[in-house]
């Protein structure tokens, strides 16, 4: 759920920097939200590694029984 939610907001991030950017906002700003934008990122990879490793291990274990 947390990976497909982080997936799902791209597009919603992406348009308010572009928003942001074309405003002329200061360049702290855009380096606070660019840092709460990597942030989330990170977590949605890590999420959807843990998912992977969940879906692999759940497929080894119905082909050994």
């Known amino acids: 759920?947390?990976?497909?939610s982080?997936?799902?907001s791209i597009p919603?991030?992406?348009g308010k920097i572009i928003d942001l950017v074309t405003k002329g906002t200061t360049k702290e700003f855009l380096?606070?939200?660019g840092a709460g934008l990597s942030?989330?990122?990170i977590?949605?990879?890590a999420a959807n590694f843990g998912r992977i490793v969940i879906m692999r291990t759940a497929a080894e274990r119905i082909?050994?029984?």
Request: proline share 0%; glycine share 10%.
């Open 31 to 33: 380096f606070y939200v």
């Open 63 to 65: 082909i050994l029984k």
């Open 1 to 4: 759920m947390i990976s497909s």
């Open 6 to 8: 982080i997936t799902m």
């Open 39 to 41: 942030t989330i990122f």
């Open 43 to 45: 977590i949605g990879a």
């Open 12 to 14: 919603f991030g992406m």
